[in-house]
């Protein structure tokens, strides 16, 4: 019976990453000796990478183990932990170095973190996929690791930096960038944009962040429109670009008003759009919801019940569920119950889309295989069709915001 059959659900944005020492043996032998001067005064910043959750990041087994316990049978593995050289994590904006020296060093901790992720994924074929970063301060470099990436079958693509104000790095929107662009496609890589790492850099006081969390998933919208209007997408047709982790409902009215400035910019007589815009929108041959429709993707963390009723107009084909372990926020491991919550009373074919179909197409997963592991561990169609009533979310529920408004 179709309710008793169970959902292959692959998580398209979790985290990772090596223990600090661990890093060491993928560094060149000469950096040893710098690596371990750094470490050794290093103080890592966040008590979730210290504590008994820390493990979280890089232990096969246990992963393995909690990621099924909450019905997840693979997973896109973003970064998380601090890489060599690095004064906080790289999934945010990093200040250039104060020197050619610091972004060497940089470099080198980046490639140290890709070719451990690497070997990390080998120890869960077809069920863990790593996404490789790079930096964008040279851009030749990136290229070499993007050809490298395509070699060593990271076939979950690429990590796009963030770009703001104030960071020292051309726009997104720079033709500078072209060759990398060129590279991703080419190798069939998606390129990945995460929420937080294009906020320009902020203070430390508590009005300084929470600025950052109001404005976050904004500048990572912000990369959207740069790579449509300066044509990145319309050069490159077969580049896959996915953003994950900034909201499912903020696309639709984003799409209509990019449409309506496309619009202006192309035949509005006598205006300011026409006159600034005319040369631009000249390059393109579509409007940028239709390029959306052809090559961008969303990585829906911890999706809530709104943002599931509107995955028509963003387009169901598009909408790629995940989890966000092992972040505080995440799902996990109430990802059963967050899974009821937003998706109760939606056809389960559009539901085995959103959870787990369009990422198994965009990165590579082979559904077939992860079936068989689905049949021991995901949830069934008619466990996830039955609404979840309040009584039942459960404690400490409400620091993931799929449960927002439901829990004190």
């Known amino acids: 019976m179709t309710g008793d059959r169970h959902y292959t659900i692959i998580s398209a944005d979790c985290h990772g990453g090596a223990d600090l020492p661990d890093y060491r043996g993928y560094l060149p032998r000469r950096l040893h000796g710098p690596f371990d001067d750094w470490a050794r005064e290093y103080r890592i910043p966040f008590d979730d990478l210290m504590g008994d959750e820390a ?26 932990t601090i890489p060599p050289f690095y004064p906080e994590p790289s999934l945010k904006v990093q200040m250039p170095g104060a020197s050619e020296g610091d972004l060497e060093l940089r470099w080198a901790g980046l490639r140290a973190h890709n070719r451990w992720l690497a070997d990390f994924c080998s120890a869960a074929p077809g069920r863990r996929l790593g996404i490789v970063q790079i930096m964008l301060h040279d851009v030749d470099a990136a290229v070499a690791e993007v050809e490298w990436a395509a070699e060593a079958g990271m076939t979950a693509g690429v990590l796009l930096p963030g770009a703001p104000p104030g960071s020292g790095l051309e726009p997104l929107y720079s033709r500078v960038y072209d060759p990398l662009w060129r590279a991703c496609e080419v190798a069939g890589l998606p390129v990945n944009h995460h929420s937080g790492s294009a906020v320009p850099p902020l203070g430390d006081q508590d009005i300084d962040k929470v600025m950052f969390m109001l404005e976050v998933t904004w500048w990572a919208h912000r990369s959207l429109w740069h790579l449509i209007f300066a044509g990145v997408l319309e050069r490159h047709p077969d580049l896959q670009f996915v953003f994950t982790e900034q909201g499912t409902a903020w696309i639709p009215e984003t799409l209509g008003t990019l449409d309506f400035f496309y ?70 491991p109430f990802s059963h119950e967050a899974l009821r919550l937003s998706f109760a009373g939606i056809d389960p074919v559009e539901v085995q889309q959103m959870l787990g179909g369009n990422a198994a197409r965009l990165f590579g997963f082979d559904l077939d295989a992860l079936g068989e592991v689905a049949a021991r561990v995901g949830p069934t169609h008619r466990e996830i069709n039955r609404p979840l009533g309040a009584e039942e979310i459960p404690i400490g529920a409400g620091r993931c915001p799929a449960f927002a408004g439901l829990t004190s």
Request: aromatic content about 10%.
């Open 263 to 332: 619009s202006r910019m192309g035949s509005a007589t006598g205006s300011q759009e026409l006159e600034w815009g005319g040369s631009v929108v000249s390059q393109l041959s579509m409007r940028p919801s239709e390029y959306w429709a052809r090559q961008c993707h969303v990585g829906s963390s911890f999706m809530r019940p709104a943002e599931a009723a509107m995955r028509h107009a963003v387009g169901v084909d598009k909408i790629m569920w995940g989890s966000d372990y092992p972040h505080k926020e995440s799902s996990y």
């Open 55 to 80: 493990s979280q990041n890089w232990d096969h087994a246990r992963r393995q183990r909690e990621l099924e316990a909450d019905g997840i049978v693979a997973e896109v593995v973003f970064p998380n």
